[in-house]
């Protein structure tokens, strides 16, 4: 699997929107990409997935870029319990890939009162 | 449906011992995957069970663990003559299925601490 650049940490105000930064500058035809959280003391947990369409749920929007090297998962109205730290994760499907999730250190999402 | 539960939640051991965790994933999950996760990092693959057959393991699982997943339903992850350089976030997840759409769940993981 490619493999994802992420800054370190971010601060983002309760209420305003978090846009978090991924770089995916290899990845290939056949890698989707994926956004978990994890809240301190808490497993991870599945966010959204997209190939190169931009994708909505009701917890977040993914935006990928025509080239796909890059995408940015946008919490619209972040609270404070969105402060976890979101990992962007580039996953294959198809003959021989891996059933693994492969973690980078994610980006450490304080939202501040 | 009451999600991946891990026991024990938390695990102090004195190096040399053996130390057993308990994963029961989401009620026909067939897939079952175990992480790793130390502080400051993202979890690392284990290993990975469908149904009762273990399908790959990573280099990090040692000799000296060993996980097995008996009749398909809940696993259990073993380290034996534990070292302190084992204290980690051990994490269990489940799937339904392979491919898209069928997304890992976490447990809460069981914290191991080896004195």
């Known amino acids: 699997d490619a493999k994802t650049t992420q800054p370190p940490s971010m601060d983002c105000a309760e209420g305003r929107a978090a846009n978090l930064p991924c770089n995916h500058s290899?990845?290939?035809?056949?890698?989707?990409v994926y956004w978990y959280r994890q809240i301190h003391s808490q497993g991870p947990q599945y966010i959204i997935h997209?190939?190169?369409n931009n994708e909505t749920n009701e917890m977040a929007s993914l935006i990928i870029t025509e080239d796909r090297k890059s995408s940015t998962l946008i919490l619209p109205h972040a609270t404070l319990r969105d402060t976890a730290v979101y990992y962007c994760?580039?996953?294959?499907?198809?003959?021989?890939?891996?059933?693994?999730?492969?973690f980078g250190t994610g980006t450490l999402l304080a939202v501040q009162p | 449906d009451t999600g991946v539960s891990q026991d024990p939640r938390h695990k102090i051991t004195k190096r040399g011992q053996n130390v057993t965790f308990r994963c029961d994933p989401i009620?026909?999950?067939?897939?079952l995957y175990w992480y790793r996760q130390t502080l400051g990092q993202g979890p690392e693959f284990l290993t990975y069970?469908?149904?009762?057959?273990?399908?790959?393991k990573s280099r990090l699982l040692s000799d000296r663990f060993s996980a097995e997943r008996p009749k398909g339903s809940f696993s259990t992850l073993e380290i034996q003559r534990t070292e302190q350089g084992d204290s980690a976030m051990y994490l269990c997840?489940?799937?339904?299925?392979?491919?898209?759409?069928?997304?890992?769940?976490f447990g809460p993981g069981t914290r191991l601490t080896v004195t």
């Open positions: 997209g190939l190169k």
């Open positions: 994760i580039v996953r294959s499907y198809g003959g021989g890939a891996t059933n693994k999730l492969i």
């Open positions: 009620s026909e999950h067939n897939r």
């Open positions: 997840a489940s799937s339904a299925g392979q491919g898209m759409g069928y997304e890992q769940y």
């Open positions: 290899t990845i290939s035809g056949n890698e989707y």
């Open positions: 069970f469908q149904n009762e057959a273990q399908l790959e």
